[in-house]
């Protein structure tokens, strides 16, 4: 004869596993990785400043009624975290720039007279949830730091992202 006091606990196990076995598809399929970069740290980090200058602006608005003097201050604060957040946006592309991987790919061709290996510079980044990677040249005609030089003005021509001369 079948216990019926383990149906409830025996149900719940099963919807506990199965809300797990769903929960590991959906990230193994929508998880995309995030790298980050020194402009995109920054960028979050004015964008906090901001919304705290926000939240005191807001609270120097409502002391206004009391005090004068916090009107004119509230005033000053909306002002900066305004700024904060144009610097902000303003990095947004850096931040997309930098956010790209070099690396070396290596090919062997085999001939009558034996094999032969070359190496060649690669870049990846994202664009659009696709993985776009591109060829830059050998590792015989460049070294590493032209290699991502290049590979930044190649993303920022695919991304039509406008190049700042002074990013290193």
Known sequence: MPRHDCVPVFAAVLILFCGIFISFKYNATELFIVHKTTAGEKRKA???EARELTRNAKAATKAASVLPEAGHKARELQEEAARLRAE???LKDQARLEDLTV???EKV???KKGSRSYHYWMATWRKGGKTRNVHLG???KMDAQAALQKARQEKAKALAIKLRCDSP
């Open 46 to 48: 004015l964008q906090r």
């Open 88 to 90: 902000a946006e303003a």
């Open 103 to 105: 690396w070396t790919l």
């Open 109 to 111: 061709k085999s001939t």
């Open 138 to 140: 050998s590792c015989a």
